[in-house]
C-alpha cells in the first residue's frame, strides 16, 4: 500500500468546493437567468478567457501559498504539474466538445435551446470526475500496480483513436439510444428546452431528454479516459482535482467557441492519440525510468501545437 502524498490541506479542500460552488451559481443562474437565448461568440470568448484567466490565476495563488510554506522547490514543480494537467485535461475537453458538436447535430438542436443541456452537462461532467478521482486515487494508493492498468489502457485508447480517427459513429443504431426510443415516450418535436412535459396527465419526454442521456453518457466515457491521463502527470489528488475541474468549468463557453471551427481542427483527434500514448507509455515505464513533468508538458504543447497548426492549414488549402 502507498500513501498518496497531498498538497491540500482541509481548508483548501473547502475552500476550493466552495469556490466551484459560487461560479457555477454565478453561471447558472445570474448569467443564465434560466432563459433559452443563442449565447454569441463575444459571449463565449469573454468567458473563456475568465474561465481560463480564474485557473491562471488559481496556479499563481497556489505557487505563492507553496513557495511561503514548503519552498521554492516545491512550488516549481506543483504548480508545473498543475499546469500540464490542466492543459491536457483541456485537451481532452475539446474531443468532448466535437462529440457535443455531434450530438447536436443529429438531433437538430436549436442554438438557443442548447445552453440549458450543456449546464447540466458540464455539472454531470464535475461529479463523475470527482467520483472517478477519489476512486482512481484509492486504487493507486492500495494498490501500486493499478498504474500500469491505466498506462496500458490509455496507449490502447491512443492506438484506437489513432486508427479511428477518421470514422464518424452513426448515432441512430446506438445501443442506448435505440433502447430510450423503445422504452420511453418521446415527443416529435422540441417543446423549447425542457425535458419533458404532461399531456392530458401523460408524461411525455422531449427530444431534449435524449441529447441530455448521451451528453451525460459522453461526460462518463470521456472522464474514464482523463483521469487516468491525470494520474500519468501527477498523484496528488487535490493537483489532479483542481486542474480537472478548472478545465471543465469552461467547457460550456468553450463549445460555443468552438463549436463551428470543429471541421477546421479535424486533425486534432490525431494529436489527442499521441498524447494518449506518450501519457500510456509514461504510466507503464514510471518504475523504471520517470519522465520529467516539465517534458510532458513539452510534448503535450508541441503535439496539440503542430496538430492544430497542420488542420488549420489544411482547411485553408480546401479553401483556396
Known sequence: MVELQSIGTWWMWIGFGVFVLAMLAVDLFLLGRNKAHKVTFREALTWSLIWFALAMLFG??????????AGREVADAKVVEYLTGYLLEKTLAMDNIFVFVMIFSFFAVPLEFQKRVLVYGVLGA??????????????????HWVLYIFGAFLLITGIKMLMFADHQPDLSKNPLLK???KHVRITDDYHGDKFWIYDKGVRWFTPMFLVLVLIEASDLIFAVDSIPAIFA?????????????????GLRALYFLLADMAERFHLLKYGLAVVLMFVGIKMLIVDWFKIPVEVSLGVIIAVLGISMLLSLRASTGKQT
Not at 464535475?126 to 494498490?143: E, H, K, P, T
Not at 502527470?233 to 468549468?249: G, Y
Open 233 to 249: 502527470v501527477t498523484q496528488d489528488p487535490f493537483i489532479v482535482f483542481t486542474s480537472n475541474i478548472f478545465a471543465i468549468l
Open 60 to 69: 499563481g495563488a497556489l505557487w505563492g501559498w507553496l513557495d511561503h510554506t
Open 179 to 181: 433502447w430510450l426510443r
Open 126 to 143: 464535475i461529479i463523475m470526475r470527482a467520483v472517478l478521482i477519489l476512486l482512481g486515487a484509492w486504487l493507486i494508493a492500495q494498490f
